[in-house]
């Protein structure tokens, strides 16, 4: 048997092909998670030097006779920098007074402690950022924003600046910039090619043994033979790679104990300098929050539990992705085998140039339209959070909960007789003002658009034209433009609009203080930059009015009221109703004027279902519960659009 | 031309001009804001107890002092001019991708038949309803967390590129669709490739479809600042929407540099807008009937 007749039968093809493309890409997930090890190993290394460095620099801050504290401060970087050779330079930046405490950059000239030059402005900004969030985690009591600063200069050099604080204040920070040994990383090729090899030969083998008994395998039994095959190739791959990810975790770990053993003795060598104390735990090895590990005690020891949970979490993430790849491998395996491959071949081939034209926008289409929503629905049936984002999905799956809680609760109104308060948070209510939202801008961007069109319709009508340009113009401009300006025009004590009010007599109004004032910003706003668009569609329309008809009525003595009841309506009526139904759709989602020009002030009264979708993503982090929302608003646009088609049909059935 | 006639044209023109006064008094406000040198909200400081007079003054859309300060240091002190180069480069790259690919998918759906064409217009158009809020967690994660791209230009294009196909799709398919199949079928009599009677004979031919799919395609490179926001997390990586809220979201009230900004931003788009207005509406329109 050839290789060239085993591939023609599509069971071997589908095979081939299958573990060429789950060993493959297999093997770039060990790659990628080797990589992220090594990344993690070089960072910890670096970080541990900068949080011990910052604990010399605290504790020399807070002694009694802090400023000669500072002075040995240079005494413990000397000393730092000679035992670390690895250590390209230490900066240690006071912050909070801009002034550069000690340095061994050969670019920072000194004497230290000096205050930072206009040109180091960046080291000033990096102290603000850190301080500010520690302050914004401490404020909200979760880990949101990175209190260490990482860059990776290149892949063998890190640079790492971590904050000192003193009287639970942040002063400023330490930055360490390190060599980071660094073995280039490849995908172990050899082994994905026994991966593929292996199952393809045996499978030949098994089938020329058929066909020397004089017979062909049941095509149930090839791809029951194949499948097998292919799981089990697969199985030994991922046994392999899991154990040789465990190996490198295990022996990272002793590699940074031994750091932590040396940077723990160049601390207790300098502390007498400093007066710093090291204490029992290890408060060095920490992640971006700056939260212990824990995988390397204060003895430098291993702690057992910690480290295998931190390879737990590792090994979940990678045998996901091995699963996914597995899935791929035996899908077209199936696929292929089953005769599907042979008949989209044809197909394939007998339309190549069309699919040619159409497959960059469809598969760009795939990726970054088709995949996310996909990807949004299936988190729609989760709780995933910003805080619990590692987890998988399968343990994040709460069902139709995120549905049930938005769309049953319906206590829009709370409290007892008389004394009652609207939940603002609620589905109803938020859906109550997107309908009010929407139906209030359509109606005021057609009438003013109608109205307007109508009088440049004018016949004889001089300087039309320049109207015409200059009632376009909200149209033009990008809308979040006009939404800040119109936001800066409704400011309560500075805002143009209240000096209007003054002028005549009235009192200054706190516009995004109630529901109702606040709603009619986003309602005026809106109106401005709309009603533009209708009027540019009725003038279009009101050209293709014939002029007979006109005078046909004049003739039969009809009113002006009647001429446009009976004549101008009626035609208008196929451009106008394309573009309401058009204009609905964009007030429906009009993101831009409500969250730049109110912001759904007051306590979110004014939220249109997008933004309110928005909010609970980006500031309430609730991930799954804004994807459980965002579908909801998905189904009323759709059940919309069903509508609408039908609306449409008809109007051209009548038309 | 009659009395009668004469006085309602008088009465128009008095209705007309006091709404579009109305209209364009925020555009000239941001104008005065601009060249008023100043950031602050308000064009002259009122005394203690203004009168109806100086209270009339102050919304006069007339700064005190003319100067163009604010455009000089919008330029130059602050970091203004990169978000705008940032966003020309932004926009220009979303509107060559964005152009390529809505042609050649429109070419394919307007000339051939072939398997999926239905589906795959279908899909467009209901793609259109997906809520921006349902894609952007996703979109963060593949691009930032999978494919690393952000704070990088090539993030925000493919992303704006992709997310304009379906519109420029419908709108270039019209247009194709009255291109009549006699030009390419005597085209292929003489000899012609698939490929020259693409470039050589429907591109030109639908020019003014092409113009429209790249405005539209500049527009939302040029005017998006939500993802972009997301996205873009450097100070450095800013695109000027994004620079631009900067100014005077939160805490800051930089009205002078906004109003300054927001004109250089605006000019390119009104001037572009003006040109193609027409091509736009009709666009907009037919996709309307469709959709």
């Keep these: 048997m050839t290789p060239r007749s085993l591939l023609a039968q599509p069971v071997a093809l589908g095979l081939v092909l299958g573990a060429l493309a789950a060993a493959l890409l297999s093997e770039w997930f060990f790659m990628q998670a080797r990589d992220e090890l090594l990344a993690d190993r070089q960072q910890r290394a670096v970080v541990m030097q900068a949080m011990a460095l910052g604990d010399q620099v605290a504790a020399a801050e807070a002694g009694e006779a802090s400023e000669a504290g500072v002075d040995r401060l240079a005494g413990v970087v000397q000393h730092w920098s000679q035992r670390f050779a690895d250590i390209a330079s230490i900066r240690i930046v006071r912050s909070a007074d801009a002034t550069l405490l000690a340095s061994t950059d050969a670019n920072d000239a000194g004497p230290f402690p000096r205050r930072l030059a206009r040109e180091e402005k960046a080291l000033y900004d990096l102290g603000q950022t850190l301080r500010a969030n520690a302050e914004t985690n ?64 045996v499978f030949a083998l098994a089938m020329m043994a058929w066909r020397r008994r004089g017979a062909r395998a049941p095509p149930a039994v090839e791809l029951g033979l194949a499948a097998v095959l292919l799981a089990g190739a697969l199985y030994g791959q991922s046994t392999a790679g899991l154990r040789e990810l465990a190996d490198r975790h295990q022996a990272y770990a002793a590699e940074l104990a031994q750091t932590y053993n040396a940077i723990r003795q ?97 598969a760009g289409m795939l990726v970054l339209v088709f995949f996310p929503f996909v990807y949004g629905v299936t988190l729609s049936f989760t709780d995933t959070t910003l805080f619990n984002e590692n987890l998988s999905l399968r343990e ?35 859906l109550f003002i997107t309908v009010m939202w929407t139906v209030c801008n359509v109606a005021i961007g057609v009438s003013v658009g109608l109205v307007l069109a109508l009088a440049l319709n004018t016949k004889g009508l001089r300087f039309s ?17 006009t939404a800040l300006t119109w936001r800066g025009m409704f400011h309560k004590q500075y805002g143009v609009i209240n000096q209007m009010i003054q002028i005549f007599g009235g009192e200054p109004v706190s516009w995004f203080d109630t529901a109702f004032t606040s709603f009619l910003t986003g309602i005026v706003t809106n109106g401005w930059l709309s009603f533009p668009f209708m009027m540019v ?39 106008l109703i394309p573009a309401i139904i058009i204009s609905v759709v964009w007030t429906f989602n009009m993101f831009n004027i409500i969250y730049l020009v109110s912001g759904g002030e007051p306590a979110g009264s004014n939220e249109i279902l997008i933004t309110q979708a928005y909010k609970i993503a980006f500031e309430k982090y609730q991930y799954g519960y804004a994807a459980a929302y965002s579908v909801v608003i998905f189904m009323l646009l759709l059940v919309y659009g069903v509508f609408q088609n039908r609306v449409t049909r008809a109007t051209e059935a009548i038309a | 031309m009659s009395a009668a006639e004469n006085r309602t044209h ?160 419908w709108m270039l398919k019209g247009y194709f669709d009255t291109i009549p199949v006699e030009i390419e079928e005597s085209a292929i009599m003489d000899g012609a ?56 979201g939160g805490f800051s009230s930089q009205w002078g540099y906004f109003a300054a900004g927001s004109i250089i931003v605006s000019l390119p788009v009104v001037a572009l807008f003006y040109y193609l207005q027409k091509y736009l509406i009709s666009g907009l329109t037919a996709g309307g009937v469709k959709g």
Excluded at chain 1, 400 to 418: E, M, P, Q, S, W
Excluded at chain 2, 49 to 61: E, F, W
Excluded at chain 2, 197 to 222: E, N, Q
């Design chain 1, 138 to 201: 401490a404020a909200e009591g979760v880990f949101r924003k990175k209190q260490l600063d990482v860059v990776r200069l290149d892949r063998t050099r890190l640079r790492v600046a971590a904050p000192y604080t003193v009287d639970g204040e942040v002063r400023g920070f330490a930055q360490v910039q390190q060599g980071v040994p660094a073995a280039p990383i490849r995908p172990d090729l050899g082994r994905a090619a026994l991966v593929i090899g292996l199952p393809v030969v």
């Design chain 1, 266 to 362: 160049a601390f207790d060598a300098t502390a007498s300098l400093t007066g710093a104390v090291a204490g029992g735990d290890n408060r060095w090895d920490v992640d971006e929050y700056l939260r212990p590990l824990g995988v390397i005690g204060g003895d430098g020891s291993l702690q057992r539990a910690a480290l295998d949970a931190t390879l737990d979490i590792r090994e979940n993430h990678l045998r996901r992705s091995l699963w996914s790849a597995a899935v791929l491998g035996a899908g077209l395996l199936a696929f292929i085998g089953l005769g599907y491959g042979r008949r989209l071949r044809q197909t394939l081939v007998e339309h190549r140039i069309a699919y040619g034209y159409v497959t960059p926008a469809i």
């Design chain 1, 396 to 430: 994040l799956w709460i069902g139709l909960k995120n549905y049930a809680v938005i769309l049953g609760d319906f206590h829009v109104v709370r409290g007892t007789d008389g004394d009652w308060v609207v939940n603002y948070q609620n589905f109803y209510w938020t």
């Design chain 1, 465 to 481: 034209n320049v109207y015409r340009v200059l009632l376009i113009l909200p149209w033009a401009i990008p809308n979040y433009i």
């Design chain 1, 537 to 575: 569609i009725t003038l279009g329309g009101l050209q293709s009015i014939p002029q007979s008809a006109y005078e046909a009525a004049y003739v039969e003595g009809a009113t002006r009221w009647q001429q446009f009841r009976h004549i101008t309506l009626p035609y208008l009526k196929p451009t």
């Design chain 2, 10 to 169: 008088v009465m128009l023109h008095l209705a007309l001009g006091a709404f579009t006064l109305f209209a364009i008094y925020p555009i000239l406000w941001v104008l005065t804001l601009a060249f008023s040198g100043g950031q602050s909200l308000v064009v002259v400081d009122l005394p203690a107890d203004p009168g109806a007079l100086d209270r009339l003054r102050s919304v006069l859309p007339w700064p005190k002092t003319l100067s163009l300060q604010n455009f000089v240091d919008v330029l130059t002190q602050e970091p203004f001019a990169r978000w705008l180069f940032n966003s020309a480069i932004v926009a220009g790259l979303t509107t060559l991708l964005g152009v390529f690919l809505a042609c050649t998918a429109a070419y394919a759906f307007s000339r051939f038949r072939f398997p999926g064409r239905r589906t795959g217009m279908m899909m467009f158009l209901v793609s259109q309803m997906f809520p921006g809020t349902l894609m952007m967690v996703p979109l963060f994660i593949i691009i930032v967390k999978w494919l690393h791209l952000g704070n990088t230009y090539a993030g925000l294009v493919i992303v704006y590129a992709v997310t304009a196909i379906p519109f420029c799709v």
């Design chain 2, 193 to 248: 490739t698939p490929a020259t009677i693409f470039f050589r004979i429907i591109l030109p031919l639908a020019k003014p479809a092409v113009a429209v799919t790249a405005l539209f395609s500049f527009m939302t490179g040029w005017n998006e600042f939500i993802l972009a926001s997301i996205f873009m997390d450097e100070e450095t990586a800013y695109t000027a929407p994004v620079g631009l809220r900067f100014f005077v």
